[in-house]
């Protein structure tokens, strides 16, 4: 049986001896430095642990895929950091600001063709499955990104809207690396569904979580300033949640109109041109979250949708230790102590 530290030891090797094409250095140097700035590998992590529940080893027929979905999601990075016009990423420059968004386009595209060749690296009697799943995913995660770019012109919407949003956006990625490994590793159809949808239910868990450690996170944990959804008034789990919940309470006479919609409205928008003006707008919207409870609603669907996720793990049959395993993959991945 491979175990957590073996994952560990296999994800650190994997990506210290990653390589690319040395020329034209304009063309691949982005790829070396998007990858060289880190992140968690929760992808390629939860890839290796699915698979290492069906087999007692690692050999290059997964960790070729393995690397190819965190690729392809650094590759989703650099795009997005273009079209939200971001200057840092992990505590350093984004590409498009350390180079230009032209090179960032260019490298991105490079990026995402890098990752087909990975994944066409997984066994034969599997690859035309691994390529349908990832090929789906890799659209949909595209599909999510565009409704993410118009709810920014929507006054409100749906929960609903929202959470087909960040499961597109976040949650099938994650789910299909659960899948992928399982798939490779050599689990039935039954498995694999389970542990794809053990993975889409954590992914939403994982999106709604960095939702509310935008305003209720460390900074220096976090890895980015505080508030800054609020500040440019990003439709988050607890935004949506917050409008759809402060009509209902104001007109059930819950809360006064200083706590409903209209008045998140106005908070939203209030003047961000200094920092001082920025400041009493997160104030005054995390003022009202907490009138309305949201901090506390948010808090229970995180804890809800873990649930799901580990119940689906224990649908699998796996036995204790396997189990416990995927466990501690999803308490740590939320930040969960137990």
């Known amino acids: 049986m491979i175990s957590e530290n073996q994952i560990e030891e296999t994800l650190e090797n994997l990506f210290e001896n990653i390589s690319f094409n040395a020329e034209p250095a304009g063309l691949y140097d982005p790829l070396r430095y998007m990858m060289g700035i880190g992140g968690k590998r929760v992808r390629p992590r939860l890839c ?139 689990a039935d159809e039954r498995a694999c569904d389970l542990l794809y949808k053990f993975g889409y239910n954590l992914g939403l868990a994982f999106q709604i979580t960095d939702d509310y450690l935008d305003l209720y996170g460390d900074t220096a944990v976090f890895g980015k300033k505080i508030g800054g959804d609020i500040i440019n008034n990003k439709k988050t789990w607890l935004l949506t949640r917050a409008l759809e919940k402060g009509g209902e309470m104001e007109k059930s006479g819950v809360v006064d109109s200083a706590h409903g919609t209209a008045a998140l409205f106005r908070a939203m928008e209030m003047k961000t041109d200094n920092e001082a003006d920025r400041t009493a707008k997160i104030s005054r919207v995390k003022e009202i979250y907490e009138t309305l409870g949201i901090d506390e609603d948010v808090k229970y669907e995180i804890i809800k949708l873990h649930a799901q996720a580990m119940n689906y793990a224990g649908l699998i049959g796996l036995g204790k230790v396997k189990y416990e395993m995927l466990h501690r993959y999803a308490d740590r991945l939320l930040g969960r102590n137990r």
């Open 48 to 186: 290796l642990l699915t698979y290492s529940l069906f087999n007692d080893r690692f050999t290059e027929k997964i960790l070729e895929p393995a690397a190819a979905i965190e690729i392809f999601h650094s590759f989703t990075l650099i795009h997005d950091d273009i079209m939200d016009n971001s200057d840092m990423r992990r505590g350093v420059p984004t590409v498009c600001r350390k180079w230009n968004d032209n090179t960032a386009i260019i490298s991105g595209d490079v990026m995402s063709i890098d990752s087909y060749r990975r994944i066409a690296k997984a066994p034969s009697e599997v690859l035309p499955q691994v390529l349908e799943l990832f090929t789906a995913t890799a659209a949909q995660v595209c599909e999510g990104q565009q409704y993410d770019m118009d709810f920014e012109n929507a006054r409100i919407v749906s929960m609903d809207e929202y959470m087909k949003m960040i499961g597109l956006k976040t949650a099938v990625l994650i789910a299909c690396a659960a899948k992928m490994g399982a798939l490779i590793g050599g």
